[in-house]
C-alpha cells in the first residue's frame, strides 16, 4: 500500500510551522517532509513532531541563492565550501529531528558550455554528502526538477538523476526514496 507523506513546505500554511505538524496528523499522515526549518530550531520541530505523532521523513538541504534565481550550491564550481557547510547543517538538523532522508537541493548552470563541469562538481558533492550524511544513517537523495520552473536545472529528468548517480560511486546517494537504486 502507498503511503503519502505531507509536505509542510506546501500544506497547511496558514498555521505557524510548529502547528502543522498536528494538523497533518488530524489530516490522516503519519510522515511529513520539510522544506526548510523556517524560524523554528532543530529541537523545537523534534517536539513537535514527536507530540504530534508523524515522523519526519525528508528534508530538504539548504540551496542558496537558487530560489532567488541564483545558481544554488550543488553542482557550482567555485561553491563547495559552501556546499560542505550547507551539509554539515543539515546532517545536525535531520540527526536532530529524526529525518533519515536528506534531499539534497539542484542546482542551475550558468551557460550550456559548463554543464559538464556543473555535472562533474556535483557527482562530487554528492560523494561528500553521502559520506558525510551516511555516517548518521541519513540517505543523501536527489531529484531532477523540470525546466518550466526551474530553467537552466542542472538535473531535468531521471536519465540524469541515474547518470550522476553513478559518476557519485556513492552507495548512500538515491533518488526518491532509493526508487531508482534498484536499477543502478
Known sequence: MR????????????????????????????????????????????????????EIVLCNSPVGDLVSGGLGLSGVPERQQQFRDAMQWVADFAATVGCSRVNVGPSRVAGESEREACFGILAENLRFAGELLGKQRITALIEPLNTRDFDRVLLSNVDSAVNVIRASDHPNVATERNSLQTIL
Do not use: K
Open 3 to 54: 503511503r503519502f507523506d505531507a509536505n509542510l513546505g506546501f500544506l497547511f500554511l496558514e498555521l505557524p510551522l510548529l502547528e502543522r505538524f498536528a494538523a497533518a496528523r488530524q489530516a490522516g499522515f503519519t510522515g511529513v517532509e520539510l522544506m526548510s526549518p523556517e524560524s523554528a530550531s532543530a529541537q523545537q520541530i523534534a517536539t513537535a513532531a514527536r507530540d504530534a505523532g508523524v
